[in-house]
């Protein structure tokens, strides 16, 4: 069965960092694209960013371009979210996702200003 568990949310000031990691299980993430999405309280969920799984070309949505970057550790068999420059905005709930099929349980990300 698939499985996806994020980690590394928690709270920062304006301007900080944050890396988040999705450790997959039950499948090969490498040959899957693999997403992060956002929730905000109020707000719909909202595309973060994406990496292919068939030639590892990269999506970012215009809000995050520039700030995170996302990778992939194949040996480890898990993806990350790099996030630099940490905006009030950006306060949200944070979720990986298979394909967009299989999600995980979300990482809880607050930034102060």
């Known amino acids: 069965q698939v499985q996806l568990v994020e980690s590394g949310g928690g709270l920062v000031q304006a301007g900080g960092s944050l890396r988040l990691s999705c450790a997959a299980s039950g499948f090969t993430l490498e040959d899957d694209a693999i997403g992060w999405f956002r929730q905000a309280a109020g707000k719909g969920r909202e595309g973060v960013t994406c990496?292919?799984?068939?030639?590892?070309?990269?999506w970012y949505g215009d809000t995050v371009k520039g700030r995170f970057t996302i990778s992939r550790d194949n040996a480890k068999n898990t993806v990350y979210l790099q996030m630099n420059s940490l905006k009030p905005e950006d306060t949200a709930v944070y979720y990986c996702?298979?394909?967009?099929?299989?999600w995980g349980q979300g990482t809880q990300v607050t930034v102060s200003s």
């Open positions: 990496i292919s799984g068939s030639d590892g070309t990269i």
């Open positions: 996702n298979e394909r967009g099929v299989y």
